[in-house]
């Protein structure tokens, strides 16, 4: 216990305000030594997010990378396709002219054929016309020789008309057949060229529909890139929104922890001071405190029946140097006051001394005591003691 035992108290003043500054500067270090600390905390968790963020973003480009190749191969496997069914419809054009040209020739064919039979059966008819004739002029000639020559003319103007009429027959058969042969061949070119045009239009048609497809598939390829792309990017945004909401409220829990550690710091100096402040206060007061000019300890005994009280006046800082041994029937009490001073010269040499004082009493009480069951209490100035009977 410091006491100013003649001593100038202006210079214990300041050196107490030399070890409250010497304090606050060591609080301040650390306080700054914290701040340090969660900054650098800080920056570790904006480089594990910002890391976190590029590997994601790197994983969101191979996922997009991959998908464009996915569909790039679905466009290539409906380009062959297309190109497949391009080879079947030419294939098919191909047969189907072929079948024409086979229907064509076939076609020809009968007509050529129906043409010598009725040719042949003209001539047939011809012959029998010929024979007829012939038979009927020997028999007339053999039935009137004097109707001879007027029964060869007859023949003869018969055989000439049956010739004519025959003929006749004949040419007309051959221009109803070119007639039918040149309509056919007519039909024929007509439905050749129908065909053709319909080929042609089914062909057009079905490009037109292949290339309805393929810009429809490029378009719903195009949206799902865009959808993807869009995901990706909304996914990006939110992690972004997530990291800077955790960030911000990182830095909000840190500021608070720094405000709460600052208090904190703040409070043990105020209570540094106070403490301080208070014990420069003892230090000025114990001159005139009237415990440090006590000769001897006045203690008063009181008999509670089954217990003693002993009752003390004390300052509160000087309890803890206060010692009760109840020893049977005796009862000694010990208080160590300690002087110390610490002086500065102009040039800086510091001068130290320090003494002690023990002041002791002993008393006797009428019944044992127990020395286990000793309480001691600290009430308005006074140190109360209480022990049991034995």
Same mark, same amino acid.
């Given at each position: 216990?410091?006491?100013?035992?003649?001593?100038?108290?202006?210079?214990?003043?300041?050196?107490?305000?030399?070890?409250?500054?010497?304090?606050?500067?060591?609080?301040?270090?650390?306080?700054?030594?914290?701040?340090?600390?969660?900054?650098?905390?800080?920056?570790?968790?904006?480089?594990?997010?910002?890391?976190?963020?590029?590997?994601?973003?790197?994983?969101?480009?191979?996922?997009?990378?991959?998908?464009?190749?996915?569909?790039?191969?679905?466009?290539?496997?409906?380009?062959?396709?297309?190109? *497949?069914?391009?080879?079947?419809?030419?294939?098919?054009?191909?047969?189907?002219?072929?079948?024409?040209?086979?229907?064509?020739?076939?076609?020809?064919?009968?007509?050529?054929?129906?043409?010598?039979?009725?040719?042949?059966?003209?001539? !047939?008819?011809?012959?029998?016309?010929?024979?007829?004739?012939?038979?009927?002029?020997?028999?007339?000639?053999?039935?009137?020789?004097?109707?001879?020559?007027?029964?060869?003319?007859?023949?003869?103007?018969?055989?000439?008309?049956?010739?004519?009429?025959?003929?006749?027959?004949?040419?007309?058969?051959?221009?109803?057949?070119?007639?039918?042969?040149?309509?056919?061949?007519?039909?024929?070119?007509?439905?050749?060229?129908?065909?053709?045009?319909?080929?042609?239009?089914?062909?057009? !048609?079905?490009?037109?529909?292949?290339?309805?497809?393929?810009?429809?598939?490029?378009?719903?390829?195009?949206?799902?890139?865009?959808?993807?792309?869009?995901?990706?990017?909304?996914?990006?945004?939110?992690?972004?929104?997530?990291?800077?909401?955790?960030?911000?409220?990182?830095?909000?829990?840190?500021?608070?922890?720094?405000?709460?550690?600052?208090?904190?710091?703040?409070?043990?100096?105020?209570?540094?001071?106070?403490?301080?402040?208070?014990?420069?206060?003892?230090?000025?007061?114990?001159?005139?405190?009237?415990?440090?000019?006590?000769?001897?300890?006045?203690?008063?005994?009181?008999?509670?029946?089954?217990?003693?009280?002993?009752?003390?006046?004390?300052?509160?800082?000087?309890?803890?140097?206060?010692?009760?041994?109840?020893?049977?029937?005796?009862?000694?009490?010990?208080?160590?006051?300690?002087?110390?001073?610490?002086?500065?010269?102009?040039?800086?040499?510091?001068?130290?001394?320090?003494?002690?004082?023990?002041?002791?009493?002993?008393?006797?009480?009428? !019944?044992?005591?127990?020395?286990?069951?000793? *309480?001691?209490?600290?009430?308005?100035?006074?140190?109360?003691?209480?022990?049991?009977?034995?």
């Amino acid at each position: 216990m410091k006491v100013s035992n003649g001593q100038d108290p202006k210079q214990q003043i300041a050196r107490l305000n030399e070890g409250l500054r010497d304090q606050v500067v060591v609080k301040q270090k650390e306080l700054e030594r914290v701040k340090e600390h969660w900054d650098a905390k800080i920056e570790n968790e904006k480089a594990v997010g910002t890391e976190k963020h590029l590997l994601q973003h790197d994983l969101n480009d191979q996922k997009i990378a991959q998908s464009i190749k996915e569909r790039e191969d679905r466009l290539l496997e409906v380009q062959n396709q297309f190109k *497949k069914t391009q080879d079947l419809l030419e294939k098919e054009k191909q047969t189907l002219s072929q079948d024409h040209q086979h229907k064509m020739e076939d076609l020809t064919l009968v007509y050529d054929d129906k043409y010598k039979y009725n040719f042949e059966k003209a001539q !047939d008819q011809i012959q029998q016309i010929n024979e007829h004739t012939n038979s009927v002029i020997q028999k007339q000639r053999s039935d009137a020789d004097w109707k001879v020559v007027e029964a060869g003319l007859q023949a003869q103007d018969r055989t000439t008309a049956a010739v004519q009429q025959t003929q006749q027959k004949i040419n007309d058969q051959n221009f109803d057949q070119s007639k039918v042969l040149r309509a056919t061949t007519q039909a024929h070119g007509v439905e050749l060229s129908r065909l053709k045009l319909e080929q042609a239009q089914a062909k057009e !048609d079905e490009l037109k529909r292949h290339d309805l497809h393929l810009q429809h598939y490029q378009k719903q390829l195009q949206s799902e890139v865009a959808f993807n792309d869009q995901k990706h990017q909304h996914l990006l945004a939110q992690q972004k929104e997530v990291f800077e909401t955790r960030y911000k409220q990182m830095m909000a829990e840190h500021e608070a922890l720094m405000e709460n550690t600052k208090t904190a710091l703040n409070y043990e100096i105020n209570k540094l001071k106070t403490d301080l402040t208070s014990r420069k206060q003892q230090v000025e007061n114990k001159q005139d405190d009237q415990f440090y000019q006590l000769a001897q300890l006045n203690p008063i005994v009181e008999d509670l029946g089954d217990s003693y009280m002993v009752t003390l006046p004390l300052p509160e800082y000087e309890r803890e140097n206060l010692t009760v041994v109840p020893t049977g029937r005796n009862l000694k009490l010990s208080l160590t006051r300690k002087f110390k001073d610490e002086v500065t010269d102009p040039d800086g040499t510091q001068n130290k001394s320090s003494r002690s004082e023990i002041l002791t009493k002993t008393m006797q009480v009428n !019944d044992l005591m127990n020395p286990r069951t000793m *309480k001691q209490i600290f009430e308005e100035g006074l140190v109360k003691i209480k022990v049991e009977k034995a």
